[in-house]
């Protein structure tokens, strides 16, 4: 019914930069919370970064100052604009959202990307 879908992963120098973008296809009514998460090698996935229909956004300390969530309702897309990137900031990045579908409006749905590959070299 509904799929998200990451680019703009890559292999970047320390220091660097890389935009992610999350765009969802399908019956969609609405799009409540929108998130990056990511899962480094030996890791748990953790929340990156999150911003909710208000506009209103929450960052992992790890990334505060760094990162920037942005969203496009209009075309239901997600972006997170990623500056001064560190080696630890490798991992898996996955897009994550909570919507409502167009047959069940009155529900929300949880919905994640497949992922995308960010290293940086140091």
């Known amino acids: 019914q509904v799929q998200l879908v990451e680019s703009g992963g890559g292999l970047v120098q320390a220091g660097g930069s890389l935009r992610l973008s999350c765009a969802a296809s399908?019956?969609?009514?609405?799009?409540?919370?929108m998130g990056w998460y990511r899962q480094g090698p030996g890791k748990q996935r953790e929340l990156v970064a999150a911003i909710n229909s208000g506009g209103s956004t929450n960052y992992a300390d790890s990334v505060k100052g760094r990162f920037t969530i942005s969203r496009d309702n209009a075309k239901n897309m997600m972006y997170l604009q990623m500056d001064s990137l560190k080696p630890e900031d490798t991992a898996v990045y996955y897009c994550n959202f909570r919507l409502r579908l167009r047959t069940s409006p009155f529900r929300l749905d949880n919905y994640w990307g497949q992922g995308t590959q960010v290293t940086v070299s140091s």
């Open positions: 399908g019956s969609i009514s609405s799009i409540k919370d």
